[in-house]
Each structure stands twice: as C-alpha cells, then as structure tokens.
Nanobody, 118 residues
Framework: QVQLVESGGGLVQPGGSLRLSCAGSRSIFSTYVMGWYRQAPGKQRELVATIAADATTNYADSMKGRFTISRDNAKNRMYLQMTSLKPEDTAVYYC????????????WGQGTQVTVSS
C-alpha cells in the first residue's frame, strides 16, 4: 500500500517561511511525478507545484518566486520551501504522486495544516 506522509506544517507569521516534507515509498519516488496541492477553507483544492523524477518542476503562477519544490529520491522525500508567506496561503497542504503524463494524482497524503497569521 502506498503511503505519503506530510510533515512540517504549523503556524507562521506573514512574511515568514516554512518547509514541508513528504515521505513515501521508494517505488513512488523512483518514477512518479510528485507534487503539492492545497485546499483553503471554503475553496477548491488547487495545484501548488509538481516535480518529475528528472527534477523538472512546474508551479502555479501565484506560487512562482515564493515556493520551491525539490525532491531527494535517495531519501524518498520531497520538500516544499515556502517563503514570503501570506494569510491567503493558509490551507491544508497535500502531498501527491501522479503517473507521468496523467494530470490527476493517483495518491494523496493526509494533509498538513499551514496557517499564516499574526
């Protein structure tokens, strides 16, 4: 059974930084496209960023320049470094894994809460 486990969420002040981590199985990290989605209260889930096995990245426009996605295939981990956080970044952040070429994620983590507030 595939498991994706997020960590690193929490409360941060506006303008602050936070790093999320996602741990998963080796079979996932060796071939799948990994990524992050988020869902804010009362809003639909939205793509944050993805990273392919060859480290090719893709970001939602609103995250470009503030968020950085990375992966360490040797450690079966993926990261999301978030900087210049805004209150509107408050959401549950989900780690995902997708089959290359298929947009809809196949696997989801349980989510980690990020709250940006003073």
């Amino acid at each position: 059974q595939v498991q994706l486990v997020e960590s690193g969420g929490g409360l941060v002040q506006p303008g602050g930084s936070l790093r999320l981590s996602c741990a998963g199985s080796r079979s996932i990290f060796s071939t799948y496209v990994m990524g992050w989605y988020r869902q804010a209260p009362g809003k639909q889930r939205e793509l944050v960023a993805t990273i392919a096995a060859d480290a090719t990245t893709n970001y939602a426009d609103s995250m470009k320049g503030r968020f950085t996605i990375s992966r360490d295939n040797a450690k079966n981990r993926m990261y999301l470094q978030m900087t210049s956080l805004k209150p509107e970044d408050t959401a549950v952040y989900y780690c995902i894994a997708a089959v290359p070429g298929i947009a809809t994620p196949l696997y989801w983590g349980q989510g980690t809460q990020v709250t940006v507030s003073s």
